[in-house]
């Protein structure tokens, strides 16, 4: 009677280390990492407040400029990952002669193999990232590019100070695209 008390005891306890690890097993799964995860920033510049919210893809051993299907020359990138970047400025700015009044935008870029890019401030706002409206674009801006930068593995967007106002950079890959702007 021991031996069988014994034999029980000890299934029972194997049942509840069991049913322990895969519980903390399925509690790890949910905590890992977004492949893109959401990432923001806010500045002040020149009297601006700006703010950007994005989804930030990696590279992962990819070719991403031209190689990814909603990559390719030619198209218009989401500028991110997953939900529509959201780009905010409480005060108009000034885009190489392009003005981009106070509010909330979405950024997309037009992507070129010969380098010349397109930063696109556009009206619509809250959708998913491909969802993209040409005829609610406000601007497109000339991007000045570069592609012979050390690899940046997850995409940023920054915003800094430059000049008589800032710049506003996307770097992803081996690329950094830059928008230069002054507050009006």
């Given at each position: 009677?021991?031996?069988?008390?014994?034999?029980?005891?000890?299934?029972?306890?194997?049942?509840?280390?069991?049913?322990?690890?895969?519980?903390?097993?399925?509690?790890?799964?949910?905590?890992?990492?977004?492949?893109?995860?959401?990432?923001?920033?806010?500045?002040?510049?020149?009297?601006?407040?700006?703010?950007?919210?994005?989804?930030?893809?990696?590279?992962?051993?990819?070719?991403?400029?031209?190689?990814?299907?909603?990559?390719?020359?030619?198209?218009?990138?989401?500028?991110?990952?997953?939900?529509?970047?959201?780009?905010?400025?409480?005060?108009?700015?000034?885009?190489?002669?392009?003005?981009?009044?106070?509010?909330?935008?979405?950024?997309?870029?037009?992507?070129?193999?010969?380098?010349?890019?397109?930063?696109?401030?556009?009206?619509?706002?809250?959708?998913?990232?491909?969802?993209?409206?040409a005829s609610q674009d406000l601007v497109r801006i000339p991007m000045t590019v570069t592609s012979n930068n050390p690899v940046q593995e997850m995409m940023e967007i920054t915003v800094k100070p430059?000049?008589?106002?800032?710049?506003?950079?996307?770097?992803?890959?081996?690329?950094?695209?830059?928008?230069?702007?002054?507050?009006?």
């Open positions: 009677m021991s031996i069988t008390r014994s034999l029980i005891r000890a299934a029972a306890a194997l049942a509840a280390v069991t049913v322990v690890s895969v519980a903390a097993e399925a509690q790890g799964a949910q905590r890992q990492a977004p492949a893109s995860p959401r990432d923001s920033l806010s500045v002040a510049i020149a009297g601006a407040d700006i703010k950007v919210n994005y989804g930030r893809p990696s590279k992962r051993g990819r070719v991403i400029f031209g190689g990814l299907n909603d990559m390719k020359w030619g198209m218009v990138w989401r500028t991110g990952a997953n939900q529509a970047t959201h780009f905010t400025t409480s005060k108009a700015l000034d885009f190489s002669g392009k003005s981009v009044p106070a509010g909330t935008y979405t950024l997309f870029t037009k992507i070129e193999e010969n380098g010349k890019w397109e930063l696109i401030i556009n009206k619509q706002t809250g959708q998913w990232g491909t969802a993209y409206d430059a000049g008589k106002g800032g710049e506003l950079a996307v770097l992803w890959d081996n690329y950094k695209a830059v928008a230069a702007f002054t507050v009006k």
